[in-house]
C-alpha cells in the first residue's frame, strides 16, 4: 500500500489548453474524492465516486470540468479551455466508505494556467 | 451544510512555547471534526478526529485538541512546539457522509 498517488505532480498550461490529471487510490477503497486548494484557502469538494459511479458534483464543477472512474480504480479530472482562475492544487483522496469514512489525501497538481 | 471558521490566519511561535490554533463550526447535525496538517510541498495529513466519547482528543506527536459543543469550537494546542512543527493546519467537519468542509488554514511558523 503507497497511499493515493497524483500525476503530474505539477502542470504548467496556456489558457484556453485542455489538461488531464490522473489520481490512484489505496487499493481497497471504494470511494474517491477530488478537491480544488486555491492559495491562502481550504480544500474545497469538488466531487466524489463510489466505484465508478460519480454521486455528487459540487457547483464549483463547472461544464469545462469532467471526472472519470471508469474501471473503479483510478480516476481523471479533465478541464477543457482552461483559464487562469484554474490555477489551484488539486488534490485527491480515497476512503473506505465505512465508519466515520476517513479520507486519505495525495500528494495534488499543482496547476498553474499563464 | 457545514462550515468552519478558522480565526487565525498566521501564528508565529518561538520553540519551545505554546500555541493554540482556534477552530469554530457550524452545523445542523451531529458532526465529525478533523484537524489536518500540510506540510511544505506535501499532501493533506490527518492530525487528530473527533468522532465520539471523550472530548479531548490526542495525536502521536504532542497535540491535542478539545472538542466543545456549547461553543461549537475544536480548538488545537500543544504544549511545546518544535521547529518541524511549522506548518498549515486545517479545521475540517464532515458530518459522516461524502465530503469534508475546511476551514481556511493557520499557517503555523516556529522560530528558534
Known amino acids: 500500500d503507497t497511499g493515493v498517488s497524483q500525476d503530474p505532480r505539477h502542470k504548467i498550461t496556456k489558457r484556453g489548453q485542455n489538461v488531464t490529471f490522473r489520481c490512484d487510490p489505496i487499493?481497497?477503497?471504494?470511494?474517491l474524492y477530488w478537491y480544488r486548494q486555491t492559495l491562502g484557502q481550504g480544500p474545497e469538494f469538488l466531487t466524489y465516486?463510489?466505484?465508478?459511479?460519480?454521486?455528487?458534483k459540487s457547483r464549483l464543477l463547472s461544464d469545462r470540468f469532467s471526472a472519470e472512474r471508469p474501471k473503479g480504480s483510478f480516476s481523471t479530472l479533465e478541464i477543457q479551455r482552461t483559464e487562469q482562475g484554474d490555477s489551484a492544487m488539486y488534490l485527491c483522496?480515497?476512503?473506505?466508505?465505512?465508519?466515520?469514512?476517513?479520507?486519505?489525501f495525495g500528494p495534488g497538481t499543482r496547476l498553474t494556467v499563464l | 451544510a457545514q462550515s468552519v471558521t478558522q480565526l487565525d490566519s498566521q501564528v508565529p511561535v518561538f520553540e519551545e512555547a505554546p500555541v493554540e490554533l482556534r477552530c469554530n463550526y457550524s452545523?445542523?447535525?451531529?458532526?465529525?471534526l478533523f484537524w489536518y496538517v500540510q506540510y511544505p510541498n506535501q499532501g493533506l495529513q490527518l492530525l487528530l478526529k473527533?468522532?465520539?466519547?471523550?472530548?479531548l482528543v490526542e495525536s502521536i506527536n504532542g497535540f491535542e485538541a478539545e472538542f466543545n459543543k456549547s461553543k461549537t469550537s475544536f480548538h488545537l494546542r500543544k504544549p511545546s512546539v518544535h521547529i518541524s512543527d511549522t506548518a498549515e493546519y486545517f479545521c475540517?467537519?464532515?458530518?459522516?457522509?461524502?465530503?469534508?468542509?475546511f476551514g481556511a488554514g493557520t499557517t503555523v511558523t516556529v522560530r528558534a
Open positions: 473527533y468522532l465520539s466519547g471523550s472530548t
Open positions: 465516486f463510489q466505484n465508478e459511479a460519480q454521486l455528487e
Open positions: 483522496a480515497s476512503s473506505t466508505g465505512t465508519g466515520y469514512n476517513e479520507q486519505f
Open positions: 452545523s445542523s447535525v451531529s458532526v465529525y
Open positions: 487499493s481497497e477503497h471504494n470511494r
Open positions: 475540517a467537519v464532515s458530518d459522516g457522509g461524502n465530503k469534508l468542509s
